[in-house]
């Protein structure tokens, strides 16, 4: 069992940088793929970036590579995702998910999820 927690969101401008955590408990989930999802008003979820457990693999969506970037802690059980050069379009709630094997983009193939945390990028 994992469960993950989300913080860091809030209220930018567009520019800025915001970094946010994922907190995990559960002793297995280093060997999880850790992977970032949002979920903009009237939107479907959708993916955002992943890690593999082992971090030899990162993956991201076309519309925030280069600008965002995943990372993972294993020794403290915390994923990260730091996000620049942010713009209004970003504004969402952005979900940790964790999944046992291997990567993919789609939200059914994850199998823990966090609350999210709320993103919001003024113009």
């Known amino acids: 069992q994992v469960q993950l927690v989300e913080s860091g969101g809030g209220l930018v401008q567009a520019g800025d940088s915001l970094r946010l955590s994922c907190a995990a408990s559960?002793?297995?989930?280093?060997?999880?793929?850790a992977g970032w999802f949002r979920q903009a008003p009237g939107k479907e979820r959708e993916f955002v970036a992943a890690?593999?457990?082992?971090?030899?693999?990162?993956y991201y969506a076309d519309s925030v590579k280069g600008r965002f970037t995943i990372s993972r802690d294993n020794a403290k059980n915390t994923v990260y995702l730091q996000m620049n050069s942010l713009k209004p379009e970003d504004t969402a709630t952005y979900y940790c998910?964790?999944?046992?094997?291997?990567?993919?983009?789609?939200?059914?193939?994850?199998?823990?999820w966090g609350q999210g945390t709320q993103v919001t990028v003024s113009s």
């Open positions: 559960g002793r297995t989930f280093s060997t999880y793929t």
């Open positions: 890690k593999t457990w082992n971090a030899g693999s990162t």
């Open positions: 998910a964790a999944k046992r094997n291997g990567y993919s983009v789609l939200r059914s193939s994850y199998d823990y």
